[in-house]
């Protein structure tokens, strides 16, 4: 299918430039779904394949790089608010949603990441307005293994308003990783437009927490969702996805853990692989968008090789032998940044 793809600057609220693309098919569109991006990430490039693969599934996509993000102005990934970076999202999406031709459509939430909390904050914000959000290894939750001592937190916190833009987080190449291909791992490295140095003390108090806050308030999720994560992801824990499943007040919810898969499960794994995560994004959608299905039916459960899990609402389980197990990769003590009994930020997520 071919397709259109459309870039354009709005300003937000506080006059701050904000750059916004666009992927829609020819025809009318399935629906609308509305890209959040990671922390440090863009939408042009680093998303470009997501939005190439929606669109030509026939769905309209939009992403906006968040301010200080990508190519939008303000100082490069300082999150001085992060109910801001909701905000913005939520007055450009909307803007979308109130256009004529799109008012009868529905609209889903795309997060990856750091942008998984934002869809949420977005859901929270408006509980019934989405019809659902598509979440890739989120940020909702701190790890248990990764919780940075409550004596660091208030020792950091002390001195945020003095010196909110330095970057003294310690930092680590999350890169090397979280993208597994290794062409594509250097395709990322190379993009200028992502940002790849150490996190700022203020986005980093500001990411732990709105993690911390999202952690306590995971039963008010009520929006259907389907999350995705690599079960050999070592940035993100997957205990943080099996959490929200658990948790969520959502009558219409499905995980999905992929085996021997990494953190950058739609742009940094191997083609083959990106071709599975992106079948079960577009059917999963497929089966809300289509007129003639409940969409909260329960979903027959999805068997696939290694241990592969999928827990449709019927908290289903199935796996399938046949494949050789992969080795297990050294688990870090990694979650969005945060990692052991000291506040670490990785830069690309």
Sequence with gaps: MEIEYQEEYIRNSRGVQLFTCRWLPFSSPKALVFLCHGYG????????GCGTRLASAGYAVFGIDYEGHGQSRGARCYIKKFDNIVNDCNDFFKLVCGKQEYRDKCKFLYGESMGGAVALLLHKKDPTFWNGAILVAPMCKISEKVKPHPLVVNLLTRVEEIIPKWKIVPTKDVIDSA????????????????????PRLKTALEMLRT????????????????VLHGEADIVTDPEVSRSL????????????????????????????????????????LDKRTANDIDPIEVESVHTFGNGGIELAPTASLATMSGQQQQPRRTRGSYFCGLRSRRLQHHSAM
């Design 41 to 48: 990430m863009e939408c042009s490039g680093f998303m470009r």
């Design 179 to 198: 993208f597994k291909d290794p062409v594509k791992r250097e395709e990322i490295r190379n993009n200028k437009l992502i940002y790849q140095d150490k």
């Design 211 to 226: 993690s911390m806050s999202l952690e306590d308030s995971l039963n008010e999720v009520t929006l259907p969702f389907f």
């Design 245 to 284: 499943y658990d948790k969520a007040s959502s009558r219409d919810k499905t995980i999905k853990l992929y085996p021997g898969m990494w953190h950058g499960l739609t742009s940094g794994e191997p083609d083959d692989n990106i071709e599975i995560v992106f079948a079960d994004i577009i059917s999963w």
